[in-house]
């Protein structure tokens, strides 16, 4: 890790990158018309990922499924049984995928589906087969990992809430923080965190955030989060390779607002270390 960032956890921890993406369509052609398909300096392969963890001194990471693989998870897949127990993942999946598929998922290392309200399927919590397909991961002890637009996230909450199924929101929660804290949206997604049943992912900061450097227009939102979601249930991700945006930051600028959200370095280390292990199974 580079000196800078030494003391972002303590030192014979390794961070957990919760939400990356693996993009390789020289391996792993796109598969459909729905989903963004990344431009061809935007892929990201498992051996590259894997040399910016190592630079970085990151040990783990989450990879979640590209909203333009649709459901074909090959690429994940290939990932996690390249790099033993490095990697876990997010699938996407058909609502009618059989029971041996997601057995399948569950030991090659998946831990839950993406339901991506905003590129890939904004219907996907409010068709008539989500509430089975999200009562199938709660059987299953998945989670249910979300990102929607703003407006999406009251009818998406009560989706989720109904069902009792464990909650991932991606990207702090919120799309358009000029609508602020009080927005309904984000209040829905406070609501889920006072239900006791989600964690939110301190990820993508590059994408909420309107600046490119130390990302302060943020801060109202954490305030929020923390104090209703708390220490244990935040944890932090990249969105590395950093597609669709207009300025590509560098993986490190995106570690260090954690020091001034998180003064305390065990708290620092909850958020990067120990609260992903806990929830993903990380053992090393």
């Not at 630079?55 to 989450?62: F, L, M, Q, S, Y």
């Not at 009618?96 to 339901?115: K, Q």
């Not at 990102?147 to 358009?176: N, T």
Request: proline share 6%; with cysteine.
């Amino acid at each position: 890790m580079p000196s800078e960032h030494v003391d972002s956890v303590r030192s014979d921890d390794h961070i957990v990158d919760c939400h990356a993406h693996i993009i390789d369509p020289a391996r792993f052609p796109f598969t459909g018309a729905r989903g963004y398909q990344p431009r061809h300096d935007e892929s990201g392969t498992r051996e590259q990922f894997c040399a910016m963890l190592d630079r970085h001194g990151v040990g783990h990471a989450v990879l979640v499924q590209l909203s333009g693989y649709g459901t074909d998870n090959a690429a994940l897949l290939d990932s996690m049984e390249a790099y033993p127990g490095r990697f876990k993942a997010i699938a996407v999946i058909a609502p009618d995928a059989n029971d041996r598929t997601l057995e399948s998922f569950a030991a090659a290392g998946v831990i839950g589906v993406r339901f991506n309200l905003v590129s890939y399927d904004p219907a996907a919590l409010s068709r008539r087969d989500a509430p089975k397909l999200l009562q199938r991961l709660r059987s299953v002890g998945w989670f249910a990992q979300v990102y929607a637009d703003d407006e999406q996230w009251p009818a998406a909450a009560a989706a989720l809430k109904a069902s009792g199924v464990q909650v991932l929101i991606d990207h702090f929660g919120v799309r358009d923080i000029a609508r602020g804290t009080g927005d309904a949206g984000f209040q829905s997604v406070l609501a889920l965190g006072r239900e006791g049943n989600a964690t939110v992912k301190l990820s993508s900061l590059f994408r909420v955030s309107r600046q490119r450097t130390d990302f302060s227009d943020l801060d109202p939102f954490v305030d929020e989060l923390l104090s209703v979601f708390g220490v244990d249930r935040c944890i932090w991700g990249s969105d590395w390779p950093f597609i669709n945006v207009p300025h590509r930051p560098r993986y490190a600028d995106l570690i260090v607002p954690l020091s001034r959200w998180l003064p305390d370095t065990g708290d620092r280390t909850r958020v990067f270390v120990h609260n992903p292990k806990r929830l993903f199974g990380f053992t090393d």
